[in-house]
């Protein structure tokens, strides 16, 4: 069966930085991506990865290795806005998107 | 910019009613989805549309329907309410398969 595990919560401090992983075992790889999803609210793209590597945006990053079926999400210089689901996503081969549970991020002042 | 438009926000239905949940999108976009949230788990696909007038079942498809009669709109039918129903739906588009999805704000919808 297909599968994304992503951990359940996760807390951070305000300023600091935090890392959310992301393991899939899904039918085929078109391609990962991270959306942030705040309480009672839509989920809003964040970050797309196709390729092996490091794709930087602004305060967050996202790694992939194909190889490992592992990705994560970094989060540099923690803001208290930052505190919500963020949503881990494989495309399969039919193009379909296989969505994790989501890591709710707590942050503390 | 209105993006993806789901209305209602809120609805309570008794067991054995039907509603339509209704959505739309002024970008222009191909494909369409129906996901359902609940809690604890990740979004699950109900239904999608790569065009006017195709739709197909995505992984939890029992008890809805669609239609997609036009690029703009992709409804979503409940037919017969169950408790099981109970849940989130949520309405996205994208302009391609591969590209990012663009969410609608939700349907709170609980089945009592």
């Known amino acids: 069966g297909q599968n994304i595990d992503q951990p359940t919560e996760m807390t951070a401090t305000e300023g600091a930085i935090v890392q959310i992983n992301c393991t899939y075992q899904?039918?085929?790889?078109?391609?990962l991506f991270w959306y942030q999803q705040h309480a009672g609210e839509a989920p809003t793209f964040l970050s797309y990865?196709?390729l092996d590597g490091l794709e930087e945006k602004g305060r967050f990053s996202s790694f992939l290795s194909r190889s490992k079926g592992y990705s994560y999400l970094l989060l540099k210089e923690l803001q208290m806005k930052d505190s919500a689901s963020y949503l881990c996503?494989?495309?399969?081969?039919?193009?379909?998107?296989?969505w994790g549970a989501g890591t709710k991020l707590i942050i503390k002042p | 910019n209105a993006g993806v438009t789901q209305t209602p926000k809120f609805r309570i239905l008794k067991i054995g009613q039907s509603m339509t949940l209704q959505c739309t999108q002024d970008?222009?976009?191909?494909?369409m989805y129906w996901y359902r949230q609940d809690p604890g788990m990740g979004l699950k696909l109900i239904y999608y549309s790569v065009g006017a007038g195709i739709t197909d079942k995505g992984e939890v498809p029992n008890g809805y329907n669609v239609s997609r009669s036009t690029t703009e709109d992709f409804p979503l039918r409940l037919e017969l309410a169950a408790p099981s129903q109970t849940s989130v739906y949520f309405c996205?588009?994208?302009?391609?398969?591969?590209?990012?999805?663009?969410f609608g704000d939700g349907t709170r919808l609980s089945i009592l």
């Open positions: 970008m222009n976009h191909n494909y």
């Open positions: 996205a588009s994208s302009s391609r398969e591969e590209q990012p999805q663009h």
């Open positions: 990865n196709v």
């Open positions: 996503a494989v495309m399969d081969s039919n193009y379909q998107l296989i």
């Open positions: 899904t039918s085929g790889f078109n391609g």
